[in-house]
T-cell receptor, first 114, second 114 residues
Framework: EAQVTQNPRYLITVTGKKLTVTCSQN?????MSWYRQDPGLGLRQIYY???????DKGDVPEGYKVSRKEKRNFPLILESPSPNQTSLYFC?????????????FGPGTRLTVL | AQSVTQLDSQVPVFEEAPVELRCNYS??????LFWYVQYPNQGLQLLLK??????LVKGINGFEAEFNKSQTSFHLRKPSVHISDTAEYFC????????????FGTGTKLQVIP
């Protein structure tokens, strides 16, 4: 089954404790992206990647890191999480970076930083 | 830069009644337009998209949307809603050139009342 998977689905952590949210897609997609969803703000892009070893900042990159060492994986790293990073996070992928392509979303990771 | 406005944060509607979810966009160039749906505790999935051609676009689950360039709108409609349509709906816009920079609206929660 073609899908985007994220782990963990739920995470409660404390301020300053480094964490990684994994994202993997099995569709051989070139483009991958991370979003955060907050009430009243919709989805905001954190980072995106056009292909292996090619990443760039989205609209709200502060406090996050990413890497793209393999085509299928695009982990999101919070080196020192803070309470304002409490949010619902989505990973997405699409066949190519072209702006007309549909994005396929993972099920989400709900992060709480205490 | 592009932007999307979804003026209605919540829309309650009775089952089998018609519904329209409003979306207005702003962009200095030609755009592609999308509607995504997010069912409870799930990621987003594509409902429909407008790339070019006919301004009336049909999507899954009986939804349709009409692109109106003069009014910069892309409203989503369904003639008769079901309980299963209860979800959050996101309008999104991307520039028709270049890479995939997609801007999402803040979402509209559709509540179908039995």
């Amino acid at each position: 089954e073609a899908q985007v998977t994220q782990n963990p689905r739920y995470l409660i952590t404390v301020t300053g404790k480094k964490l990684t949210v994994t994202c993997s897609q099995n569709m051989n997609h070139e483009y991958m992206s991370w979003y955060r969803q907050d009430p009243g703000l919709g989805l905001r892009q954190i980072y995106y990647s056009m292909n292996v070893e090619v990443t760039d900042k989205g609209d709200v990159p502060e406090g996050y890191k990413v890497s793209r060492k393999e085509k299928r994986n695009f982990p999101l790293i919070l080196e020192s999480p803070s309470p304002n990073q409490t949010s619902l996070y989505f990973c997405a992928s699409s066949l190519a970076p072209s702006s007309y392509n549909e994005q396929f979303f993972g099920p989400g990771t709900r992060l709480t930083v205490l | 830069a592009q932007s999307v406005t979804q003026l209605d944060s919540q829309v309650p509607v009775f089952e089998e009644a018609p519904v329209e979810l409003r979306c207005n966009y702003s962009s200095s160039v030609s755009v592609y337009l999308f509607w995504y749906v997010q069912y409870p505790n799930q990621g987003l999935q594509l409902l429909l998209k407008y790339l070019s051609g006919s301004t009336l676009v049909k999507g899954i689950n009986g939804f349709e949307a009409e692109f109106n360039k003069s009014q910069t709108s892309f409203h989503l409609r369904k003639p008769s809603v079901h309980i299963s349509d209860t979800a959050e709906y996101f309008c999104a816009v991307s520039d028709s050139g270049g890479y995939q920079k997609v801007t999402f609206g803040t979402g509209t929660k559709l509540q179908v009342i039995p």
